[in-house]
């Protein structure tokens, strides 16, 4: 059975960094492509970053230059280093594998001084 967790989620000020990270099992996890989305309250789930099994990466123009998408095959993790994060990346940030075939649970992101 597939499952993703993301963790790393928290509450910090603007300008200031997160890591988030995402734990995948039960996949086989070099050959999938993995996302990032992130939902704010009243707005639609929107792909905030993608990284394919070639470790080609994609992001959404809003953060581009201040997200980084990365991925470890050995541990079958994904990351979202963020930074210089603003209040409107507040948000719950979601894992996905395989073109939203699978999801994870979400970890929550509030920026505010």
């Known amino acids: 059975q597939v499952s993703l967790a993301e963790s790393g989620g928290g509450l910090v000020q603007p300008g200031e960094s997160l890591r988030l990270s995402c734990a995948a099992r039960g996949l086989i996890f070099e050959l999938y492509t993995m996302d990032w989305f992130r939902q704010a309250p009243g707005k639609q789930r929107e792909l905030v970053a993608r990284?394919?099994?070639?470790?080609?990466?994609n992001y959404a123009d809003s953060v581009k230059g201040r997200f980084i998408i990365s991925r470890d095959n050995a541990r079958e993790m994904v990351y979202l280093q963020m930074n210089n994060l603003q209040p409107e990346d507040t948000a719950v940030y979601y894992c996905s594998a395989n073109y939203e075939a699978y999801w994870g649970q979400g970890t929550q992101v509030t920026v505010s001084s």
């Open positions: 990284i394919t099994d070639k470790s080609q990466t």
